[in-house]
């Protein structure tokens, strides 16, 4: 009789400190911390809890340790289809040749995208950049409701930056140029140009 009070006690008492490991967490590791102390004190006593609740806890560990691995590997993966699905392209390196006004000379460029913080959508419906040879840029703006602009302004390239300069307004950006793209970055605006 004596024998069956002890263990029902000792049943008791892991099962307590099950409850409390459980209440410590519900990660795997908790989780394998209580079962190996219910089966390690079932089998050997209190030196079988503390040795279940080490193995099963070290067990539950290597299970959340898999499952955070996964999490980032899965977060990663959809990074990756989000820029894939925004069509987001690295930058391109700049040219490596010195750059002057003269690397645009005679060049025309059609605009392909353009990603404006200031805006929600693009009010154009093409946009057309000569570079003249005079340090003159002509813009021609075909506006979705069917309207058309032409303007002229005035550039100038020191290094990888690009000044516009108009009656009311000077813009530098920067801006870079691999094969027939060319980028232009402003500070709330990306421009990626093919030229024509």
């Not at 898999?66 to 700049?94: G, I, T, W, Y």
Request: charged content about 25%.
């Amino acid at each position: 009789m004596k024998t069956i009070k002890k263990l029902l006690v000792r049943v008791s008492l892991i099962i307590i400190v099950s409850l409390m490991i459980t209440s410590c967490g519900t990660t795997k590791t908790a989780d394998g911390a209580v079962s190996g102390a219910l089966i390690g004190g079932l089998v050997g006593g209190w030196d079988g809890a503390a040795t279940g609740a080490l193995v099963g806890g070290g067990v539950g560990l290597m299970a959340d340790s898999a499952d955070d691995k996964k999490v980032r590997q899965d977060q990663k993966e959809r990074e990756l289809r989000m820029m894939e699905k925004a069509n987001s392209k690295p930058a391109p390196q700049p040219v490596s040749e010195p750059k002057s006004t003269g690397v645009l000379n005679g060049r025309t460029w059609k605009v392909v995208s353009v990603v404006d913080e200031t805006k929600s959508e693009n009010d154009f419906a093409s946009w057309i950049i000569t570079f003249q040879s005079d340090k003159k840029a002509i813009t021609i703006v075909l506006n979705k409701d069917g309207n058309s602009e032409t303007f002229s302004e005035s550039y100038t390239i020191v290094d990888d930056v690009i000044i516009f300069t108009g009656k009311d307004y000077v813009t530098n950006a920067k801006f870079s140029v691999v094969d027939k793209q060319m980028i232009i970055v402003t500070d709330t605006a990306r421009v990626v140009l093919e030229e024509v």
